[in-house]
């Protein structure tokens, strides 16, 4: 079985602070691992994904992740988060034992205040 | 130019109706999805077809049931409704398994 924990269930920070949102994985075949974005009353939409190569994926709006193999792990990271950022953020993985459907976690809220 | 497209955008019904959720892409995949999301935003898979055939179905009830008449599209059709269907029904596609999948804006179906 596979499974996504994102750690966090609300992070408040300041505009133009750094934040890192974090998610960790469980698998037992090789993942694809994905982040997406739920603006408000919104469909989701991609921010990066991890498929292999290089484990710093750097994706849309200025977010980077980074796979980690050993502790199973891909956070989220940016630099200095603007006020439009506030938003519902998941991790996603796929694998084939899921068919590639994406199996998700519980989401992430970022506050972003002035 | 939506990519891809639902209709309706919000559903209210009577307990124990029928109704029907329609999804489309113009993006050429071969792969689409239902996901439902639940009132604490958890997302799950429902089911997912592959050149219209059907590759996954979750433990979903009887009582959804898919239809794809050809690759654009992927409908969801519900009978009998429960309370515990309202939720917000998303439909996604991707060029083939495992490939970024697109999402549609939802549909929000609140069941009375």
């Known amino acids: 079985a596979q499974s996504v924990t994102q750690l966090d269930s609300q992070v408040p920070v300041f505009e133009e602070a750094p934040v890192e949102l974090r998610c960790n994985y469980s698998s037992s075949v090789s993942v694809y691992l994905f982040w997406y974005v739920q603006y408000p009353n919104q469909g989701l939409q991609l921010l990066l994904k991890y498929l292999s190569g290089s484990t710093l994926v750097k994706g849309i709006n200025g977010f980077e992740a980074e796979f980690n193999k050993s502790q199973t792990s891909f956070h989220l990271r940016k630099p200095s988060v603007h006020i439009s950022d506030t938003a519902e953020y998941f991790c996603a993985l796929a694998n084939s034992n899921s068919g590639y459907a994406l199996n998700f976690g519980k989401g992430t809220s970022l506050l972003v205040t002035p | 130019d939506t990519a891809v497209s639902q209709t309706p955008k919000y559903l209210v019904t009577q307990m124990g109706n029928d109704k029907s959720i329609k999804c489309e892409q113009n993006l050429g995949h071969d792969t689409m999805y239902w996901y439902k999301q639940d009132s604490k935003k958890f997302l799950k898979i429902m089911f997912s077809?592959?050149?219209?055939?059907?590759?996954i179905n979750e433990t979903v009830p009887n009582r959804f049931s898919p239809k794809s008449p050809d690759k654009a599209h992927l409908n969801l059709h519900i009978n009998s409704l429960e309370l515990g269907d309202s939720a917000v029904y998303f439909c996604?596609?991707?060029?083939?398994?495992?490939?970024?999948?697109?999402f549609g804006p939802g549909t929000r179906l609140t069941v009375l």
């Open positions: 996604a596609s991707s060029l083939l398994p495992g490939d970024t999948q697109y």
């Open positions: 077809y592959n050149n219209k055939e059907l590759i």
